[in-house]
């Protein structure tokens, strides 16, 4: 038995990203309003909100180049410019190129869901580093490093979490410097913590709070560079589709001009996304990016440059209907976590800053009614939280992404169909192809076939090692991920015997491919034969392996706060 510190606030938000910081800074607002306003004799309220964040400090693990619809800020913040907000560019033009292994072409027309005029390039570092010091500002608590491990629940209430403990050996024994994780309590928790969040995961499943279809996840991988200036303009917005993906790979790529280097040139962050319901075992989302970047339109604007960030993350692409149930007693779940993303358009931070202010508004409604009763209550009621979904079935997030509900499901027959599929929805209310109120879908790794019997084929080697393309240990360097080594390992892998037997058989260990952080080898025996060899220093928690491990038995849980990525401010 631990004897833990035991913390109280009104409202505990996991995660420091945008959906968290929107929700804690727009109840302030709300508050703050509220109270200038009150009559006489009427409840004010001062709720104390606390903002944890498991990266060394906020940002940390959130990387860079991002293009921004401002809808979300705008609502937040109407005078976000004036107050600072980092720019990098306002988008100034607008291509999107169809791949083919050495040459492409450009679309005649931009789709209308990729058009980008009005809205602005941003390094997503850098935004929710702002938004954290506005938060502090208006009075909430943004504590880092602080990683909330696993929820305090008493049945299907949420009363709050559990932090990690720190100073744990690898065999679970305390350390010298032992510091047992305080337990937070909160009327309300509010799960901001990224897409396949272990809290949420565990959650989701305890509670059966899947929506209509499960989840379906892709991997983005991209990287920072800083490239000579008349290669690529500030606010210049590339997509790209097609090679190297195969026909069957959902996915593609982006180029976005930044703003000035640190050496006369510009920044440009360049990145790759790959579905993880992808059909083959090898599916590699950080080889797939390092090959597009071997394509002569990529090269171009990367030639003579230098390299200096990696990161990869998740990403929720179900859409609508793979949203989970987002309240319940005591809890909300909000941005990635909640499946505020639209594929469709490529963007989730106005998204995620929306779901945090309606959240935001439920709480605040939840917190009047009982300040206006006299009641004291411990835990928001699912009555109370409800508000939240609500509000947004009348709001136009909801709207937006009830238009592209049908998106991601399309591309399950393959790009062509997936294409024809999205440009049907645009005019037809996101009906999509099949004329379909919402087409179904099977979990991510769901979708992974066994190998063939002639096994992998042989991947020819990546080009140009070293100054396009990097392998994943070059690339985790820079990213500065950094774990605590004497500590329990965070990648729980519940049936290990399963992974020499089974799946090097069935699936020829996947792991080794899609993670893209090196983190998973398969190493020689003594005795013979062969064993996983894990690296968990290396991750860069984008829970790539919990999503995407045909057998589930891979659990992403939370290592000591600080650990992880050390994303920087590009
Ligand atoms: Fe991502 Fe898992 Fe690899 Fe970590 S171990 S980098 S979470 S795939």
Redesign the pocket.
């Known amino acids: 038995m631990v004897e833990r510190d035991v913390m109280e606030f009104d409202v505990v938000i996991v995660g420091a990203g945008p959906a968290g910081l929107a929700c804690s800074i727009h109840l302030q607002d709300l508050c703050a309003r509220h109270n200038e306003k009150a009559a006489e004799g009427e409840p004010k309220l001062e709720p104390e909100i606390l903002v944890l964040e498991k990266g060394k400090e906020v940002g940390a693990h959130i990387f860079s180049g991002a293009v921004l619809d401002p809808s979300g800020i705008q609502e937040l913040m109407p005078d976000w410019k004036e107050q600072g907000a980092p720019i990098e560019a306002p988008v100034s033009s607008d291509a999107t190129y169809m791949f083919k292994e050495g040459s492409s072409k450009k679309l005649p027309f931009q789709p209308k869901v990729l058009k980008n005029e009005g809205k602005y390039v941003i390094s997503l570092n850098k935004f929710v580093r702002w938004m954290a010091e506005k938060a502090e500002e208006k009075g909430v608590n943004v504590f880092a490093p602080l990683a909330a491990k696993e929820l305090l629940r008493e049945g299907e209430i949420v009363k709050g979490v559990r932090l990690a403990d720190a100073g744990v050996d690898k065999e679970g024994n305390p350390k010298s410097n032992f510091e047992p994780g305080a337990d937070v309590i909160g009327k309300v928790t509010v799960l901001a913590e990224g897409s396949r969040g272990s809290l949420t995961k565990s959650l989701v499943a305890d509670l059966n709070l899947e929506g209509r279809n499960p989840q379906v996840y892709a991997t983005g991988v991209k990287e920072v560079w800083e490239v000579p200036k008349d290669q690529v303009e500030a606010g210049q917005v590339i997509h790209m589709m097609g090679w190297p993906h195969e026909k069957d790979v959902f996915g593609g790529g982006w180029i976005y001009g930044m703003g000035d280097g640190f050496d006369g040139g510009r920044l440009v962050s360049i990145g790759w996304v790959t579905g993880l319901d992808a059909k083959r075992p090898w599916s590699d989302p950080h080889r797939y990016f390092q090959l597009s970047k071997t394509h002569p339109l990529v090269q171009k604007i990367i030639a003579g440059g230098k390299m200096l960030d990696y990161g ?1 993350k998740s990403l929720p692409e179900g859409g609508l209907f793979a949203m989970p149930k987002g309240y319940g007693e005591g809890f909300l779940l909000i941005g990635d976590s909640g499946g505020y993303l639209n594929g469709m358009k490529l963007k989730g931070i106005h998204l995620a800053i929306r779901s945090g202010m309606l959240a935001a508004q439920a709480i605040f409604e939840g917190l009047l009614d009982a300040a206006k009763k006299g009641e004291e209550i411990t835990v928001l009621s699912a009555g109370h939280t409800k508000r939240m979904h609500d509000l947004f079935e009348k709001d136009w997030s909801y709207h937006e992404l009830r238009l592209a509900r049908n998106f991601h499901q399309g591309f399950e027959k393959g790009r062509t169909f997936g294409l024809l599929n999205a440009g049907f929805a645009m005019y037809f209310g996101g009906k999509g192809f099949l004329w379909s109120d919402g087409l179904s879908n099977k979990a991510s790794h769901e979708y992974m076939q066994k190998l063939p019997s002639d096994g992998k084929p042989d991947l020819p080697k990546l080009p140009g090692l070293g100054e396009i393309t990097f392998d994943k240990v070059e690339d985790v360097y820079v990213s500065g991920t950094k774990h605590e080594e004497d500590q329990p390992c965070h ?1 729980v892998i519940t049936n290990p015997d399963l992974c020499v037997t089974r799946c090097t058989e069935e699936y020829g260990n996947p792991c080794q491919h ?4 090196a ?1 998973y080898e398969m190493v020689d025996k003594e005795g013979g034969g062969e064993k996983l060899l894990l690296n968990p220093s290396n ?8 999503i995407a491990d045909p057998y589930q038995i891979i659990d ?1 849980t939370v290592p000591e706060a600080g650990g992880g990525p050390g994303y920087r401010l590009l």
């Open positions: 990869a990648l899609f993670c893209p952080a983190v991750c860069v928690h984008c829970k790539t392996c919990d992403w």
